[in-house]
């Protein structure tokens, strides 16, 4: 039987190569984004497996709508990935709530509104895999990135919380922290991104491990390193280090 992927911020990025790996994997993909015609164009690689259903995860009745339609249209979906997001820099001086309340709308309540209208219907079915996409930027405040890794630290925390009663109702749910990953979100970047992967590499790395039954899917290696080492630190050490990431405009 076709197995059934819904993915989120699939036109673009690590979402739309995501799609591809799926597709290859065996997957019918329900690919959503805003942008109808990149969606339309992804479909043509595979029109059979990728069927678009436009979204904007922000506005929530919308998000319970598709997803009844994915389901009605593909049948229950087995895997989903939350991928949908953006990042914009911010700093100390200048520093600007509408930025953050924005990107805590996509980030963090878009993908609550998604989590909200596939958690019943896995739990009722008893099974079903939900991946959300989140970023090593969630373990260390890291200048530039306030507002960015607020979000991603909230969904670390949100998806911590949820595991445990999700695995009692059978369904499984992965937390997914990337590194830099070169996609047009981080190609605005202007600084060295140390351990850059491509969206190819990044796409078999999150298939790879959605394959196992770890919680966590973090990469590339030398990055979770990094990340985890500067999280143990005392921050008299980590402000040390973190300190040296400061440029000009975050002075
Ligand atoms: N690239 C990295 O280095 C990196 C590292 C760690 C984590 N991540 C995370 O990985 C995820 C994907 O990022 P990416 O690098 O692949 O970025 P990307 O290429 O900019 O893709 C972002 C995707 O999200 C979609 N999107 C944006 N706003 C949306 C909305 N309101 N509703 C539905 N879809 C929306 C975009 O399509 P539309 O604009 O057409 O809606 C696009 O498909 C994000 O959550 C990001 O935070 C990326």
């Known amino acids: 039987m ?4 819904w993915v989120t911020g699939s036109s673009s990025g690590i979402g739309r190569s995501l799609v591809y790996r799926l597709v290859r994997d065996g997957y019918t993909v329900a690919v ?4 109808t015609d990149a969606l339309a164009d ?13 979204l904007d995860v922000t506005d ?10 994915i ?5 229950p979906i087995d895997l989903c990935v939350f991928a949908a997001g953006s990042y914009t820099r911010d700093y100390a001086a200048g520093f600007d709530s509408d930025r953050t309340r924005q990107m805590f709308d996509l980030n963090v309540m878009g993908t609550a509104q998604c989590l909200e209208a596939i958690m019943p219907r896995m739990i009722a079915r008893k099974r079903g895999h939900i991946a959300v996409v989140a970023s090593v930027s969630g373990y260390v405040g890291l200048p530039g990135a306030a507002s960015y890794g607020a979000t991603k630290a909230a969904l670390n925390a949100m998806c911590e919380a949820l ?13 997914v922290n ?8 981080t190609q605005k970047n202007d600084f060295p991104m140390p351990f850059l992967v491509s969206a190819e590499e990044a796409a078999d790395s999150i298939a790879d491990g959605l394959n196992t039954d770890r919680f966590e899917i973090i990469f590339p290696w030398k990055m979770a390193i990094a990340v985890r080492l500067l999280h143990a630190l005392p ?6 280090i973190t300190r040296r990431m400061l440029r000009p405009s975050g002075l």
């Open 2 to 5: 076709t197995k059934i992927a």
């Open 163 to 175: 595991y445990p009663e999700l695995a009692a109702h059978g369904v499984k749910l992965t937390i």
């Open 235 to 240: 921050h008299k050490l980590r402000f040390a």
């Open 71 to 75: 389901e009605a249209s593909l049948g």
């Open 32 to 35: 959503s984004a805003r942008g």
């Open 42 to 54: 992804l479909a043509t690689a595979a029109p059979q497996h990728i069927r678009p259903f436009p």
């Open 60 to 69: 929530k009745a919308a998000v319970q709508a598709v997803t009844e339609t």
């Open 178 to 185: 990337p590194g830099f990953v070169d996609t047009p979100l």
